[in-house]
């Protein structure tokens, strides 16, 4: 896809770094953000009134990565904060898998989270800027959101392989 064709039926992701995540260890659970309002690294602006999450709430399933081979958790609740962003609540299965995941967001070795989209085919969806090379997103489907994996030093590599139990895992952070 082109930078300046707003009308696609790709699947697009973004990524970002949820600093402020709050952590409820009594429900195995994080209140943390899934898209913020802000530019992001790819010139995108997300406006989160934009969201359509009637398909998502059909499943509510958490991936890791966007591998749908790879569910580690479910969504509790989403909320929708005007020109600041998609707030979730997150609760962590318990598979050794899923179990290695919410460690690694624990241990803060996982920090980012991402949303999986397609923007609707229909007027004003989005819009192109070519001064500013920005793209605003102003209405979107989510279809699913992930925990996923940041670049990492070699450190945080070797940490991370002690920490985790499930060869799920442990493979994600050995390639």
Request: aromatic content about 12%; some cysteine; proline content about 3%.
């Amino acid at each position: 896809m082109s930078r300046q064709n707003c009308d696609t039926k790709d699947l697009r992701v973004l990524d970002f770094k949820s600093d402020d995540t709050q952590f409820l260890r009594d429900e195995r659970a994080v209140v943390h953000w899934i898209s913020k309002y802000s530019l992001d690294r790819g010139g995108d602006r997300v406006y989160p009134e934009g969201m359509n999450d009637s398909d998502f709430q059909k499943g509510r399933t958490v991936l890791f990565n966007h591998d749908f081979n790879s569910p580690c958790a479910k969504n509790l609740w989403l909320k929708v904060k005007p020109e600041e962003g998609v707030l979730a609540k997150t609760q962590f299965g318990t598979t050794e898998f899923a179990n290695d995941i919410y460690t690694l967001n624990l241990e803060g070795i996982l920090t980012s989270w991402s949303i999986g989209f397609i923007i609707p085919s229909e007027e004003g969806a989005c819009k192109y800027v070519p001064e500013t090379n920005e793209f605003f997103i102003n209405k979107w489907n989510l279809y699913e959101y992930s925990n996923v994996s940041v670049p990492m030093n070699a450190d945080c590599i070797t940490t991370a392989k002690g920490i985790v139990k499930s060869l799920g895992a442990k493979s994600f952070l050995l390639t």
